[in-house]
């Protein structure tokens, strides 16, 4: 063992440390410092590994009970110090070890890693460019550039307030020991809960021996705490190990036997490898809490007109996890969300029908009511189930828009993270680049797998895979071209190809003519609905002629006739249907030209089912605002990449129409 080493276990020892005579401590490159069982040893279960006197912690209570009144350097509001311990805890370490041996922890502060250290900097605040090309576009390189931002504002402001006696005796506190400081602190230390039972944190008030709660002096929440001898063993995700947070000592006994020569490891808990890299500096292979992270802005998810009684009313409902939303989006902090594949480790009672991924929990939920339309808002129809599960029967609009929108999501971040392929070097070149290799081809793997399997699902409800598995109430521009009944079909191709000169769906989604191509879809087959429903009986047979029968009867149902339509215009507001058709001048503009369109077609075919007194502007607005409120944007559905490939879907949510008219 090295010097180091050996000098730190008697400072650690004499301290009344306890190592178990089984295990020593030692170093080496792959894993740093760290514990074994010596050779020929066995340690058995139930026994304990090693335990640190609270004496030898350094934490908040150091800074507020320490034998130097370390807080009078800062010039700080109470406030400040009493929210920021983490701050101040970093720059306690920071000057402990700028004081060398005259530091009570000297042996323990040699043996952690050095800044001048070059295995040290192994988290990305210290990767070099040639590192970062492995994480650029992961999260793990906006994390990292945030921490960092933050670690700066917080070492900026800090030293602003330092006293001017305090500053003439700090030049030696620069930034890269801060982020050395921060950086120890973020590897190595333990919650505050680890002193939670402490006698050194104890300030009684009484027969009762509650903690007093006068500002500072009390280890807040989420404040670090250094165990020096525990802070040795390094993770391992099913390790089995107890943490014992006693009055006097921190201790980690062991649940397993440990063999010969083996590692004594650690268990973290459930830790991605995005953690594992930021906080520790390593990764796991085949890590089964490895997700990715799906970050949603504040205005993505909430809405202003949810209230806090319609969430209220969900969760009596008995949807406990139904999120509670603020009425001022800025309000709310971003919502961050995840996704990761199942497996066997951290899923034991999967369904057949189970997607092959899990969500955070509240991710549909939250996701559901942000994308819902007015229509659903008013009757609470959002999707109600934690994770996707494709057994559902009940599919509805929204259902298919979360799909679609977790589609376009995992989507966007593969194309984050592969477009910086051409940057990267043919393999890594150090440990560094190893682990951040690792961590990037999961990252895509994750979401290759995600997304495969979600356009699988949707291909297949679209008709791209089989009859037996479409679902005739999703349509694409293509089946509007080819399905639709034989009295509009002719007439609705004519009408495309006369106003827009062409017919065919890609060239109408790469001029931007979708919506154009939809709102004269829906305009003709109302106008044929007239007379079909009460005319042709359905079929009796899934098809997507039924499902447009259905469909015309939600309409009516859901958003009114024509003369409410033209009431609509005219300002009439006595229903929330009516109230939300507000178009906006450039609706009014686009429908003109939708008109010119229907000119083109009948002055082509004065026999089409758009020459009708009834194809009015009124009509055609209607129509584009049902469109509007019905449709769902999804990925391309037959395996084309890009924002530019995107396509629109309309879903005739014909179920629900039936529910209504019952």
Partial sequence: MAKIEDDFEDWFLDNDGFINASVEITWDETYGQHMRVEEGEELAADSLVV????????????VIQGRENFLSQFNLEEEYYSVNQVVIVRFFLLNEFLKREKSFWYPYLRSLPQPTDPHFPMTPLWYDIGD??????????????????????????????????????TKDWSWALYKWAATIMSSRSFPSSALANS????????????????????????????????????????????????????????????????????????KSNTEL????????????????????????????????????????????????????????????????LRNDALDKDRKAESSSFVLSPGFLHETAIALSNQRERAARDFILLDQVDYSTPDLCRNTLKVMCVLAML??????????????????????????????????LHILKSVNDELIEKLAGLAGLKSARVRDYRVVRLEQMLTESPKSVLTDY???????????????????????CAFTLWLCGIWLWGIVASKNIEP?????????????????????????????????????WQLADMQFADDDLLLVESFLDVVAAAVTKNPKSIYNSLMCTKERLLWCLHVVREESV??????????????????????????KGSS
């Fill in 277 to 340: 890299i930021m906080g520790y500096g390593f990764s796991l292979a085949n890590n089964p809490a490895e997700h990715c992270v799906l970050a949603l802005a504040p205005q993505h998810v909430v809405r202003p007109d949810i209230s806090e009684a319609e969430i209220a009313d969900l969760q009596r409902r008995g949807h406990e996890s139904a999120p509670k939303f603020t009425r001022h989006p800025k309000e709310r902090p971003q919502v961050v969300h995840w996704i990761r």
């Fill in 199 to 270: 006698t050194l944190s104890q300030v009684s008030s009484g027969d009762t021996g509650e903690q007093l709660k006068e500002p500072g002096t009390t280890i807040e929440p989420g404040s670090p705490v250094l165990v020096p001898g525990v802070d040795i063993l390094n993770h391992r995700t099913f390790a089995k190990v107890t943490w014992q947070w006693g009055t006097l000592s921190c201790r980690i006994v062991t649940n397993e036997t440990i063999s010969s020569g083996l590692q004594v490891f650690n268990n973290y808990g459930p």
């Fill in 51 to 62: 335990s640190c006197p609270h004496n030898l912690t350094i934490s908040w209570l150091n």
């Fill in 493 to 515: 191709r004519a009408a495309l190809h006369a106003g827009l000169g062409t017919r065919n769906a890609t060239k109408i989604r790469e001029r931007g003519w979708t919506e």
């Fill in 539 to 575: 079929s009796g047979s899934p098809s997507m002629h039924d499902a447009i029968l259905q469909w015309l009867k939600f309409l009516t149902h859901t958003y009114g006739n024509l003369l409410q339509a033209q009431a609509i215009i005219g300002g009439c507001k006595n229903s």
């Fill in 132 to 169: 970062w090309a492995w994480i650029r576009g992961t999260d793990l390189e906006r994390t990292a550039l945030k921490t960092e931002e933050a670690w700066g504002q917080e070492y900026e402001h800090a030293m602003a307030s330092l006293t001017p006696t305090a500053k003439a005796c």
């Fill in 410 to 443: 995992v989507q966007r971040r593969h194309a984050a993270i592969t477009q910086h392929d051409s940057d990267l070097p043919s393999s890594p070149a150090n440990r560094k680049q190893d682990h951040a290799d690792r961590y990037r081809r999961d990252q």
């Fill in 633 to 658: 944007m999804a990925p391309n559905l037959e395996g084309k990449l890009g924002d530019d490939n995107d396509e629109l879907l309309l879903f005739l949510d014909c179920v629900r129409a039936e």
